[in-house]
Structure formats: structure tokens, C-alpha cells
């Protein structure tokens, strides 16, 4: 069981930055692949990057490539969303998950364990 808790969400202007943090429970957190997801209102909830499990392999939905970076520190169970450039179209409710798996997928239902998510709101 891995229990995921976001941090870092809130309200920045368009062109700022914000970095989100998502902390596991567990000793196995190196063992899984990562991603994060985002769901704005009466939207479903989507891809938006995924780190492998030694964090050398990134995988980014184009509409945050070169914009977003995700990374992870094993050391300290956790995974990090850097945000730069941030666009009113990024708000969102945004979600960590682990995937058990080997490969970094980009379909929601690969991902066994998800947070609570956590709130950005980029105003105009």
C-alpha cells in the first residue's frame, strides 16, 4: 500500500511558476514509475508527466513540454512538478500517481495508487 500526498498548489498569475510536491508512504516508493495528472472543470483528467523509477526517463504531454519538469528524490519518497510559464489553461485540480509497472504510461487506469490532489489556479 503507498499512500501519495500533494503539496504546493495555489493561485499564481500567468507567466509564474509553482512547484508541486507529491510525498509516499512506504519503502518501495523507488520501485514504481510516477506520473502526473491533471483534471480542470467539466474536463476529464489527463496525462501530464511521468518519471521511470531512477528518474532517467521523462515523458511529458505536449502541451506542458518545455514548460514543465518533473523529477524525483528516492531518498526522500518523493516526486516533484516544476511549473514555469504557467498558462490560465493550466488550472487545474492536479493529481500524483504510482504505477507498479516498469514502463511510463499515459493511461490513467496503469496507475494503482493516487493522492488527493492539490489546486492550481492561474489567473489571466
Known amino acids: 500500500q503507498v499512500q501519495l500526498v500533494e503539496s504546493g498548489g495555489g493561485l499564481v498569475q500567468a507567466g509564474g511558476s509553482l512547484r508541486l510536491s507529491c510525498t509516499a508512504s512506504?519503502?518501495?516508493?523507488?520501485?514504481?514509475?510516477m506520473g502526473w495528472f491533471r483534471q480542470a472543470p467539466g474536463k476529464e483528467r489527463e496525462f501530464v508527466a511521468g518519471?521511470?523509477?531512477?528518474?532517467?526517463?521523462?515523458v511529458y504531454a505536449d502541451s506542458v513540454k518545455g514548460r514543465f519538469t518533473i523529477s524525483r528524490d528516492n531518498a526522500k519518497n518523493t516526486v516533484y512538478l516544476q511549473m514555469n510559464s504557467l498558462k490560465p489553461e493550466d488550472t487545474a485540480v492536479y493529481y500524483c500517481?504510482?504505477?507498479?509497472?516498469?514502463?511510463?504510461?499515459?493511461?490513467?487506469?496503469?496507475?494503482?495508487?493516487w493522492g488527493q490532489g492539490t489546486q492550481v489556479t492561474v489567473s489571466s
Open positions: 500517481a504510482a504505477d507498479s509497472g516498469m514502463i511510463i504510461q499515459i493511461g490513467q487506469t496503469a496507475y494503482d495508487y
Open positions: 518519471i521511470s523509477w531512477s528518474g532517467g526517463r521523462t
Open positions: 512506504g519503502r518501495t516508493f523507488s520501485r514504481y514509475v
